[in-house]
């Protein structure tokens, strides 16, 4: 970037001053005017007619006086301008260079054609890079910063002509995962049942992807994963998050000790809180319904104008979060704006926030206890999804 191109180039909107047809002459000069340029029939001093000193007081003081300060006022408008404007669109480059965009949507084989609207699958891992030993040990996230990534959410989020429907996919649920080859060992795998969060873990995005579409039958547009540190980072960057609660959370395993009523959460009580689940009534589904109300509210927060025009919360907010985020290659910032825009309207009532409609919560099964979802009402449901209509299946969150 040039600052000196940026400050001497044109900026839209403002037209360059058109040259007058005489050239000033300073007033400096004995017998001269008043610093504007003569006009055909314009008066003042040395010119032959009546002037200021000539029976009309004040009035060419007044206009040279006025007309420095004028131009001093439009060039201080001027240099702002370019300023902020130079600024955004440092920013800009800067944070889209920093997305990490190692997911390739369009190698991914067996994909479900495009629907109507605009789908994003915003995963949560439990990837616990940029977290130092204290830091995974203050957090309860256990495990080592080169552990192997799982999933701790999956969020498939809709926005069409009827708003925004965030879909939450319980990771236990029970599907069917495609024929697969494990990355790690290249072995070939046949179609099996198992639960969500083992796609994810055999096969990274790619597999999860093409697990969530063959069971769903929804296309993927965009693929958006973020990690522990990241999603602490963010909350802490913009000052802390606010929620409301129903009820005290308290759980041993994430963390989680917090009151019932309204309150401000920071990095670390709110990836507690979004983690838990034991003290949930519906185990995976009350996380579920957490994490939907908590990313909606983070949405909201990060994108309140004390947040977005203070360059001081604006930068370590994007550094934090931009720092683990994992994307797919044809996302960029405008698309991760949207998210962003998409789930704070959930806040303003422009959405709705539901759970895959579910049949039974405990599923014995050769993997353990999984979740089982309702096979008919499910598939109206993300049949709508994809057709862009209004949605009139699930269970509210």
């Known amino acids: 970037m040039d600052p000196a191109g940026l400050m001497n180039a044109p900026l839209p909107g403002v037209r360059a001053p058109v040259p007058a047809p005489v050239p000033p002459v300073r007033s400096d000069v004995p017998g001269r005017n008043d610093g504007r ?41 001027i240099v702002l301008v370019t300023v902020l404007l130079s600024g955004s669109l440092g920013s800009y480059v800067w944070a889209d260079t920093q997305l990490n965009r190692e ?24 990837s616990r890079v940029g977290l130092s030993e204290r830091a995974r040990k203050d957090l309860h996230t256990g495990g080592s910063a080169d552990a ?69 039958g929804v296309h993927v547009d965009h693929y958006t994963e973020i990690g522990f540190a990241g999603f602490v980072g ?25 009151k019932k009523g ?10 507690a809180f979004v983690r838990q689940r034991h003290q949930e009534a519906q185990g995976d589904l009350g996380r579920s319904q957490n994490q939907q109300k908590f990313l909606a509210a983070l949405a909201r927060k990060a994108a309140d104008p004390d947040i977005l025009l203070d360059p001081a919360k604006v930068y370590p907010t994007m550094s934090a979060g931009l720092g683990t985020l994992i994307v797919d290659e044809d ?42 979802w309702n096979e008919a009402k499910a598939k109206e449901l993300f049949t709508e999804l994809n057709d862009d209509r209004p949605v009139t299946v699930g269970e509210k969150g």
């Open 262 to 271: 309204c309150q401000t959460l920071d990095g670390r009580a709110a990836l």
């Open 331 to 372: 996302t960029g910032l405008t698309n991760l704006t949207s998210l962003f825009k998409a789930m704070k309207g959930v806040t303003a009532g422009d959405g709705k926030r539901l759970n895959v409609p579910v049949s039974n919560l405990n599923l014995r099964t050769p993997k353990g206890s999984a979740v089982q």
């Open 37 to 77: 340029a003569v006009r055909p029939g314009r008066v003042g001093p040395g010119t032959g007619r009546p002037g200021p000193e000539d029976g009309r007081p004040g009035r060419g003081r007044r206009a040279a006086r006025r007309s420095p300060r004028r131009r001093r006022i439009r060039r201080t408008a």
């Open 234 to 258: 963010i909350v802490d960057a913009i000052g802390g998050v606010p929620i409301c609660l129903d009820h005290d959370v308290r759980d041993k395993k994430s963390g989680a000790n917090l």
């Open 103 to 126: 997911v390739d949507l369009s190698k991914i084989a067996d994909r479900m054609p495009e629907g109507k609207g605009t789908n994003y699958l915003i995963v949560g891992s439990d």
């Open 148 to 216: 192997g990534r799982r999933t701790d959410s999956m969020i498939l989020l809709h926005t069409g002509a009827h708003g925004t429907t965030m879909v939450s996919l319980p990771r236990d649920s029970w599907v069917t995962i495609p024929p697969y080859i494990r990355p790690d060992t290249g072995k070939h795998y046949p179609a099996a049942k198992n639960k969500l969060n083992a796609a994810f873990s055999f096969g990274g995005p790619d597999l999860l992807v093409r697990t969530i579409e063959r069971n769903t």
